[in-house]
């Protein structure tokens, strides 16, 4: 399949160029002003709107997409002790209709690529294989305290016969033992994996952490060889100047998901201070049980404007910054190479967003537009891997919209 995208203002390394992008099967194949002779099955005329990579949301929970709103005004603690009960009750039709409605909201928003931390990988797996999303899928230890051993050879070969990129993912320091700790450690250096783990997400996971091992969780973790290999660390809301040395010493890509930390009043994550040790930071949203929905736009805002309020500096954390967390250093994070940006060669993830309206006017920053201004709802093509997976309120899929509502009413009712 040929597309020929004309007329588009194109975000192309956060910055703003004018002119056409031609799109062949799944990768992009020439961007610019004077495309070559090219015999595409669609031309969309952009408008002059904006095409820019599909957001790379680097930590999600996605069937808790029926949990949203149900535990709502707790702190993280108390949060978990309703969840869980809940996540026990879900089958795995259960997984699967609630990842097929979180995937639904994705492409509506502009998110073409996820890193999924959940356990029952087969269904979720599926669902996003019905919208052709690109993701990590996370094998190991997803859930907090968990006592039955898991089988990470047969893991790994599921996510590797669905064609998804896998990573080893360990629940926590408080709720994975350090058995499993050890387990996917060595099973990542066998397998050349990445690890991930949630990390100083509160105050008390920090204090109890210190109390227990008298290490912070960031020395903890370095004490156990969990940095020894490609890790991403979602949060890192308290950490302090010598954890963020330790975490700077190694490739460690940390996840800030901002909406989630302030909801359950978790803390604001140190972005500036990481940002200045060159760490690589990007961006997630977390599950909808906890943000409550899933906008990177909403995200980003924060991300650009939470630390230049506690550091009282406006100059800090500049929108194009706050972009490439969203794209380019997601894809990094996640491993995948050719993908976060709008060059040649690239995965052709790319969206639109209608700038036509009164809260982009008039238009005379349209970077910084896209950080304090734009909303999901701006969105209005979604196209992955070459195919166009949204336009116009339209999903094309393989699975219908009003099945996906109706399935995940029964469930609320079963379940919640
Ligand atoms: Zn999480």
Redesign the pocket.
């Known amino acids: 399949m040929k597309i020929w995208f004309y007329n588009a203002q194109i975000l192309q390394n956060c910055k703003i160029i004018s002119g056409d992008v031609l799109v062949e099967d799944e990768k992009i194949v020439y961007v610019g002003k004077n495309p070559p002779v090219f015999d595409a099955d669609r031309k969309i005329d952009v408008k002059n709107n904006i095409l820019m990579s599909g957001f790379v949301n680097t930590?999600s929970?996605i069937p808790s997409t029926i949990m949203r709103g149900y535990a709502d005004d707790m702190p993280l603690d108390l949060w978990l002790d309703k969840i869980i009960p809940i996540e026990r009750k879900m089958t795995e039709n259960d997984i699967y209709w609630s990842t097929m409605l979180g995937v639904m909201e994705y492409v509506r928003a502009g998110i073409t690529c996820v890193e999924e931390?959940y356990s029952f990988i087969s269904p979720i797996m599926n669902a996003l294989k019905k919208a052709g999303m690109r993701a990590r899928i996370s094998l190991g230890y997803p859930n907090v305290n968990q006592t039955k051993k898991v089988n990470l050879e047969q893991q790994f070969k599921e996510i590797k016969k669905n064609n998804f990129k896998a990573v080893c993912f360990a629940h926590s320091v408080y709720g994975t033992s350090q058995k499993q700790f050890d387990e996917l450690i060595v099973f990542a250096g066998k397998n050349n994996l990445s690890v991930s783990t949630?990390l100083s997400e509160t105050l008390k996971e920090v204090g109890d952490c210190t109390v227990k091992y008298d290490k912070t969780p960031v020395e903890y973790l370095e004490y156990l060889g969990f940095l020894d290999r490609p890790c991403t660390i979602?949060h890192a809301v308290h950490t302090d100047k010598d954890d963020l040395k330790i975490l700077a010493d190694y490739n460690v890509n940390v996840v800030t998901c901002p909406s989630s930390n302030l909801k359950l009043a978790s803390g604001i994550a140190p972005i500036y201070a990481m940002q200045t040790a060159g760490i690589n930071i990007a961006i997630g949203t977390?599950?909808a049980y906890s943000n409550n929905s899933y906008d990177m736009f909403k995200e980003m805002f924060l991300t650009a404007t939470l630390n230049k309020t506690t550091l009282y500096n406006a100059e800090i954390l500049k929108a194009k910054e706050i972009l490439k967390m969203s794209t380019i250093n997601g894809a990094k994070s996640l491993g995948f190479d050719n993908l976060g940006d709008i060059k040649e060669g690239y995965f052709a993830d790319l969206i639109l967003i209608d700038i036509d309206k009164p809260h982009h006017f008039p238009h005379n920053n349209l970077v910084s537009n896209l950080v304090y201004s734009a909303k999901s709802s701006d969105v209005y093509l979604t196209m992955i891997n070459g195919k166009i997976v949204y336009e116009n309120d339209i999903f094309n899929f393989d699975e219908k919209v009003e099945k996906i509502y109706s399935e995940c009413k029964k469930i609320k009712s079963k379940i919640l």
């Open positions: 930590h929970h931390n949630h979602y977390d599950g």
